[in-house]
């Protein structure tokens, strides 16, 4: 099996490749057009700012690329926030795999739950609808760090609740992206690496 890890300006790829050490699988980190079609898995990870990562996509036309790809592809973190249709991050125009909009968190609703944005830390992830959450079970707890969200929508997989309810994870077609760092996300997050390898 070749897995391929995009590779950009945006990447937290050390800690997806370390992760995906552990569960005995090795990975390449590429931008080749060629080597990233050929992959039988896609990871799209992502640490960063949404108008400076969709710019640096765009021109390497890694934009067309990742939309065109038919195997099955994770974005991770920014990475799912960027297949979405849009971004409220100095108002990005996304890659719109996804039809749900990336949202800032609300201050006032922060600030009446005395919630810290951006989020970092421990939640549960609930409303599991996938097989990428085979084994888990509701109310798992994962590993986030973000200011903004995907707003929750038909393409839904998974849910956290902070600040308000939105999407943890999404599935169309090929496409997965989850919010949090399964990397990040000790025994749950290898299990979720793993059942996406066996898609």
């Not at 050929?38 to 799209?44: G, H, M, Q, R, T």
């Not at 974005?75 to 909009?101: H, K, R, V, W, Y």
């Not at 986030?144 to 999404?170: M, N, R």
Request: proline share 4%; net charge negative.
């Amino acid at each position: 099996m070749k897995l391929v890890i995009i590779k950009y300006n945006a990447g937290n790829i050390q800690s997806v490749l370390y992760a995906l050490e552990r569960i005995g699988v090795e990975a390449i980190v590429t931008d080749d057009e060629a080597l990233i079609r050929s992959a039988d898995k896609v990871i799209f990870p992502g640490v960063g700012e949404a108008s400076t990562a969709m710019n640096y996509l765009k021109e390497r036309g890694l934009d067309v690329l990742i939309r065109s790809l038919t195997q099955p592809v994770l974005g991770i973190c920014l990475g799912m926030q960027l297949m979405c249709a849009n971004s409220e991050e100095n108002d990005t125009p996304c890659l719109g795999i996804f039809d749900e909009n990336v949202k800032k968190f609300n201050p006032d609703a922060q600030i009446q739950q005395h919630l810290k944005v951006p989020q970092i830390g421990w939640n549960t992830i609930g409303e599991l609808k996938s097989p990428l959450f085979f084994d888990l079970k509701e109310n798992s707890y994962c590993y986030f760090v973000h200011g903004y969200y995907a707003a929750k929508g038909e393409h839904t997989i998974a849910t956290t609740d902070y600040v308000l309810p939105y999407s943890a994870a999404l599935h169309k077609n090929n496409f997965y992206g989850v919010q949090f760092h399964p990397e990040k996300s000790a025994a749950v997050g290898e299990q979720i690496l793993k059942n996406f390898i066996k898609l």
